[in-house]
């Protein structure tokens, strides 16, 4: 009898209360063919054929399998102007992130926010990423031939490394004739971004 009453007290409750109701914490094994949950869910495991998200998902921790999550982000930046008369491709300083793939079959994200610049109208500034020493932008992704005047250094790429091993991913930039000057500038904030994204 005592059990009843206190069932019916919940009952109660919960209707006097609804708010009661928002949060759901389950451990074991629940097994359902159609299940409608308001407010926030606690599962210790759980095994879906199909989900279906109508406002937000929210996952912490580890998350096997779920494709384009940002799993590591290292963001570069710098007010400095860069500049170089090389005629070869070299490192812009600070533009540049060193990382470690969680799993080989993830891939980068890489962007580059700059501008470049060009100190003689007959020369030609290009800006570039590289992965350790293998320029990824086959000479540039970038040419300024703007004088005077900037060019946007806007970039945005994705490598797919397929290891896990360490890797350093560096801006780099150069000019086409050594008597000119290429500048990398900021304007007010240049910035370089590496981010892992499961796959």
Known sequence: MRHR??????????????NLKAALSVSGIVTTSSTIVNGDVALSSVTVATVTVTQ??????ATIGMKGRTLQTIISSTTAQSNTTSTSLIGIPGMSATLTLADPANYLRISLMGLLEVSEPTAMANVSIA?????????????????????SAGIRIVDFPGDTNSHTYQATFDVSVSTATASFTSNPVAYFIVEEVSH
Do not use: N
């Not at 009453?5 to 209360?17: S, T």
């Open 56 to 61: 937000t998902l929210s996952a912490l921790g």
């Open 131 to 151: 992965r350790d020493s293998t320029d990824l932008g086959q000479g540039g992704f970038i040419t300024a031939y703007s004088y005077p005047g900037e060019t």
């Open 5 to 18: 009453i206190l069932f019916i007290q919940v009952i109660i409750l919960l209707l006097i209360c609804p």
